[in-house]
């Protein structure tokens, strides 16, 4: 038997033959391991999957806003898309996915729930919003024209000054908004708040405010939201009449009657607060040593003391007359 196999092994093809058999089989796995391993990782790869999320995506409206008002929508949703990863990557690059609203013009006013959902998606891929569904309120639109009210503190004019009527670019503004909102507008206006006492004019660009009854700021469309206010601040006059009155020592058996000649008023320029209670100046007639009719020239005094006076003196035509005894 040892022979035999002495003798297998000294044959030449037989040698050959086996040497053959297993430089094959060498060939085969090193081609597996450089090309068939590689295959299937390919294979792999195209079939694996994968997941992607993206925030903060906005919200496309579905409706005739220049008809309707939407409310309840939150402004973005996040997208979380799953599917072959060579799909998903192609997705996101692209970056044309939408997200938007059902048709809400269908629907009309009223509250509704709504089903949000994302455009131009591969059939391939699979998606899910986080919000999918939200509760809404659509409402009717509504448009006024309003006139702006100017809110201003004339105790922030210095005391000798007085504010004028303010003079607006615009008397009135457009506001838009739900019919809910526009009803509940109490008032629409401008502040005017000077950081100092004022003696010059005002000219300052402000934002229209509008507000409910309990001072709540609204939400609607104001056009145009900034105007502008020009108040003038002039120096503070006041015109009362002159009264004549009688002073001195009059003649025995003489009565006398004062005419104020002119307009018979008095201008005074001043601090307005001393001014408040003033509504006429007396003029003091010294009849001493008058015994015939005639006319006095007079200064006007105040009990106060006046920026200016306009007339600074008066004429009086003073009438005498003779009693009987």
Do not use: C
């Not at 979380?80 to 938007?100: H, K």
């Not at 939400?219 to 002039?234: A, D």
């Not at 040593?289 to 006046?306: C, E, H, M, N, R």
Request: no cysteine; charged share 20%.
């Amino acid at each position: 038997m040892k022979k035999k196999e002495e003798n297998l092994f000294e044959n030449t093809w037989m040698i050959r033959i086996i040497a053959l058999l297993i430089a094959l089989l060498l060939f085969g796995y090193v081609y597996s391991e450089n090309y068939g391993l590689t295959t299937t990782n390919r294979n792999d790869a195209i079939s694996t999957n994968r997941n992607e999320t993206i925030s903060n995506l906005p919200i496309q409206i579905n409706m005739d806003t220049s008809q309707y008002f939407l409310s309840g929508l939150p402004e973005t949703v996040v997208l979380t898309l799953s599917g072959p990863e060579s799909v998903l990557v192609q997705t996101l690059s692209a970056g044309d996915y939408n997200i938007v609203t059902e048709d809400l013009n269908l629907l009309g006013p009223g509250r509704h729930t709504i089903q949000l959902r994302a455009e131009n998606i591969s059939e391939n891929l699979s998606y899910q919003l986080t919000p999918s569904r939200v509760n809404v309120e659509i409402e009717e639109k509504v448009t006024i024209e309003s006139p702006v009210q100017v809110i201003f503190d004339s105790s922030t004019v210095d005391e000798e000054f007085i504010a004028g009527e303010p003079k607006l670019s615009k008397s009135t503004v457009i506001i838009t908004g739900p019919s809910s909102t526009i009803e509940r507008i109490d008032r629409i206006y401008v502040k005017v708040a000077p950081n100092s006492l004022l003696n010059s004019d005002i000219n300052v660009n402000s934002v229209i405010q509008v507000e409910d009854s309990n001072k709540n700021k609204l939400n609607v469309t104001i056009e145009p939201q900034e105007i502008n206010i020009q108040i003038p601040i002039e120096p503070y006059k006041k015109t009362v009449p002159l009264i004549a009155k009688q002073k001195g020592t009059p003649e025995t058996g003489k009565t006398y009657e004062f005419d104020i000649l002119d307009e018979g008023d008095v201008t005074i320029n001043g601090n307005r607060n001393l001014l408040a209670d003033i509504d006429e100046v007396e003029v003091e007639v010294d009849v001493t040593g008058i015994k015939t009719d005639t006319i006095v020239t007079l200064p006007i005094q105040l009990p106060f003391t006046a920026n200016s006076l306009s007339p600074k003196e008066v004429q009086v035509n003073v009438k005498v007359k003779t009693t009987v005894n």
